[in-house]
């Protein structure tokens, strides 16, 4: 990556925020570290799909006192502590230690996970302009492979290559309008033998020229300028989804979900909601040397997100 986000100016639009979600067969480990200029949070939350057991720690930080964000995709080591959790997001040789620790009344809880990044495995980095004064820089990286586990309480859930385990980045650094909207998806994981992965936007990218569509077929990115069209009921997120490029055919995929994770953040100045799903993807995607790979039950997740912020 080539961009440096140092965002001396924009009080108080700025947004940083490093998100990493870590997928295996069976369960699912979510760190947001981010801030907007006048608060910060920070969420560890663990998922066991199988049995439905779901824990999380939130903290808030007024102001994002104490919070430091690096000016570039892995410039630099996070340390955090707030409110009974200790999060490090460690770069080392090959790849991206991440450890939490929670210690409080409610919730214990260790995670130690290596995400490597392979050499020449390649990522997305992409400016989208919204006006000369508001833009957003954002980096994502999927089928990063993943070892490592998380314990919660005295039970140990482990990543491996065994139950095909990825990690994915969003990596984002921006001055931001007040009123926003987006919808993501991302996936990783292995068909026939391959490992596939996307990552797929909306609606905060739209008009604009950019986007952030890839697709990531055993570690070589291919990029896809237009436009997605996105089918989704918002009265039921738990129907199926679809998400198509209509004009190119490079992406044509039905999300099933598994899981809604319905969230509402009202502080009055910042007001969020978010519909995130857990599940699978199935369609086919088009790599840039015109290959047509199918994808079968690819795991997952998309989101709609509404923002005043």
Known sequence: PLHRCALPAGWPRRKRWEFWGVLADTHLL????????????LTITFLDTESGERVEHASLVPLAWGMDFPDRVAGGDIRFSAGGARLEIVE?????RLRAHVDTRALQLEADVFVALPAGHETLGVVIPWADDTFQYTAKHNTRPA???VRVGHAAHVFSAENHAFGILDFGRGVWPYDTAWNWAAASGVQDGRVVGFNLGGKWTDGTGMTENAVCVDGRLAKIGEDLVWEYDRRDFRRPWRICAPESRRVDVRFTPAIDEHQN???FVVRTELHWCLGTFSGFVVTDAGERVEVR???GWAEEHLARW
Not at 92 to 96: F, I, L, Q, V
């Open 265 to 267: 953040l009202n502080l």
């Open 30 to 41: 979510r760190i947001t570290y981010g801030c907007t200029d006048y608060i910060g949070t």
């Open 147 to 149: 070892s490592g586990f």
């Open 92 to 96: 080392e040789e090959g790849g991206t």
């Open 297 to 299: 039950n690819l795991p």
